[in-house]
């Protein structure tokens, strides 16, 4: 019978060391992670986005709480739990460089328990979708970073498990091999349904891959929210007004706060709030000085932008601001 | 979207399965480096040839030959097993894979069996040829008795063990590799590859009997020279041997087994 949820964190937290100088990685959290959900967990570096993936996947040992995948506990039912998860980690090469990727996805296999003969379609499937088919006998130590990066993927995918574990999947990768494998994760999460954790710094990937985002700081989840409700309560809508020419007689009309990006034939002007009547006094000045209006929108909002509100804002510190 | 359904077997079968594929890993890791394997085996007959001109001032004496090649084998399998036991996990933390390993249904302990099996087959095989070599070269004659098979299994156990221990204590501490040179060197010179422990002063040859392999040799060697086991055991080199080996084998997987919960535990598992 399938769990409700993919992984359920219970008053999930760590702490590193002991005695005179504890460390308190991850603060007692608790998240439920629906199946076929993909959730991003953002924070700058140190905030303990990896030590909750380690966690999840039974690497890391709690101090309290516990981890539940697909409703078996990673602690005491750890045979069960493993198989329903596939990592890639970051900083670490995840595969043996030495060996082909076949050998790797072979050698992955077995490791979770399945028996060649189960592996081989699965590895080809893999090999080949990633584009690796050719070069499967290879040693990975000789592919690019990209192509270790797929084989790594390919590895943590060989059982097909449920519940992926992605650790800044495409750190370090230039930017053609970070949208292959930033196109991969979508289609594993929209084509074949799979729940993934995601750790990235690559913000607008994270909001176009994730169906849910959870911001973290200083060990502590401040906002946990589906990312269209992250934005839509976070990120301040404004308008940019763009004329032709330098800025002018402009100068003195523009709000407080207003942001002038002077280019080469035309000035964007971005107003500090959504408020409708800055916008109008502006156009108005514009007609006023028979500038040549260029365009007016409504910036979208931003993941990036709201992820910086939220870790630089001293309030949230030390209290859960928004949860699911 | 679910993962593949779960094998029916004994549980056994299962953890002998997912032990052996740690060893074919470690084979074919092996393989791949194979260039450094034979390099590590010329250099090894080389140490024993120079080591055994300079006991013998300047001529080889097959005599003791025959008694110090033994030594020599137990050398190159317990060797084998620590530094590339030893190497092999620091590469694995070091790369990440320790932790990717981790996430299997075996426990650590049946993959570290796997582990030691690889080492033990890559030890043996240049063991063996190291064997063969000298052996042939030289004309160094032994007389094969059933009562040396024991003495000879056991002495492979301890090397192990001893591989087993220095592996387990890699998890713990980096700089592993220089003290398991020194250690290496220590079961060179008391282990009986310079001379048989036998010649050594009393209270040295009971030190030598705590360094791994050593008692082994010396009940091989008894055996070897068509003494029954009954000899060796009643001397008690016999028994120490079985209880050196067997508390070699139960620290070293005790030992890996608390280092890897302590790494979990403290984040030891992923690159330092």
């Known amino acids: 019978m399938k769990h409700d949820s993919a992984i359920e964190l219970s008053g999930l937290g760590k702490v590193y060391g002991r005695g005179k100088s504890p460390f308190t990685a991850v603060e007692p959290t608790t998240l439920s992670v629906p199946w076929g959900q993909v959730i991003g967990l953002l ?15 039974g690497l890391v040992t ?20 493993v198989r329903q998860i596939g990592a890639v980690l970051e900083g670490s090469r995840n595969v043996y460089w030495p060996l082909s990727a076949w050998e790797n996805l072979m050698y992955f296999g077995r490791l979770k328990g399945r028996r060649s003969a189960e592996i081989k379609p699965r590895a080809q499937q893999l090999l080949t979708e990633l584009s690796l088919w050719p070069r499967r006998h290879q040693p990975v130590g000789s592919f690019s970073r990209g192509m270790q990066q797929k084989v790594a993927i390919a590895a943590a995918l060989i059982t097909d498990p449920p519940i992926l574990l992605l650790d800044e999947p495409t750190l370090g990768l230039d930017v053609e091999a970070a949208r292959t494998v930033k196109d991969w994760i979508d289609h594993l999460a929209r084509q074949e349904g799979k729940t993934v954790v995601l750790t990235t710094h690559q913000l607008e990937a994270a909001q176009e891959l994730s169906g849910r985002i959870a911001v973290i700081k200083d060990g502590q989840i401040i906002a946990d929210l589906p990312t269209g409700q992250l934005l839509d309560r976070y990120a301040e809508t404004r308008y940019t007004v763009t004329v032709a020419g330098p800025l002018g007689g402009l100068d003195g009309a523009l709000p407080a706060g207003a942001q002038v990006d002077t280019r080469l034939d035309s000035t964007r002007i971005t107003l500090p709030s959504d408020n409708p009547d800055d916008l109008h006094k502006l156009l108005a000045h514009v007609q006023w000085h028979e500038a040549r209006l260029l365009s007016v929108n409504q910036a979208r909002p931003n993941l990036e932008e709201v992820f910086i509100r939220l870790i630089n804002d001293d309030q949230t510190a030390g209290q859960v601001k928004e949860r699911m | 979207m679910t993962a593949l359904a779960t094998p029916t077997e004994s549980w056994l079968a299962f953890q002998a399965r997912l032990a052996a594929n740690e060893t074919a890993k470690g084979l074919r890791l092996m393989w791949h480096r194979r260039g450094m394997v034979v390099v590590g085996l010329v250099m090894n007959a080389f140490t024993y040839l120079g080591i055994s001109l300079f006991i013998g001032g300047g001529h080889l004496v097959e005599p003791l030959m025959t008694l110090t090649l033994p030594a020599l084998l137990a050398v190159t399998v317990a060797g084998t097993a620590a530094l590339q036991g030893s190497g092999g996990i620091a590469e694995e933390i070091n790369g990440g894979t320790l932790e990717q390993t981790q996430l299997s249904p075996t426990s650590p302990q049946v993959q570290m069996l796997g582990r030691i099996t690889a080492l033990a087959v890559e030890g043996l095989a240049a063991a063996l040829v190291l064997g063969a070599v000298f052996v042939l070269a030289f004309g160094l004659a032994y007389d094969p008795h059933p009562a040396a098979v024991l003495p000879a299994l056991l002495t492979i156990a301890d090397a192990l063990g001893y591989g087993l221990l220095i592996a387990a204590l890699t998890v713990r501490i980096a700089s592993i590799g220089a003290i398991t040179h020194v250690l290496n060197m220590v079961i060179m010179f008391f282990g009986g590859m310079m001379v048989p422990i036998t010649v050594f002063p009393a209270a040295m040859e009971t030190v030598a009997h705590l360094v791994p392999t050593a008692l082994g040799i010396q009940v091989l060697n008894t055996t070897l020279a068509g003494q029954p086991l009954s000899g060796a055991w009643t001397d008690g080199t016999l028994p120490w041997l079985i209880v050196h080996t067997g508390l070699l084998l139960t620290t070293g997987v005790v030992t890996y087994v608390v280092n890897i919960r302590r790494a979990r535990r403290e984040g030891g598992l992923s690159p330092r």
């Not at chain 1, 924070?43 to 996947?57: L, Y």
């Not at chain 1, 709690?62 to 981890?67: E, K, R």
């Open chain 1, 43 to 57: 924070g700058p570096n140190g905030a303990g986005k990896t030590t909750i993936i380690k966690m999840i996947g």
């Open chain 1, 62 to 81: 709690p101090t309290w709480g516990s981890v539940r995948l697909g409703g078996h506990d990673v602690a005491r039912q750890r045979r069960h739990a």
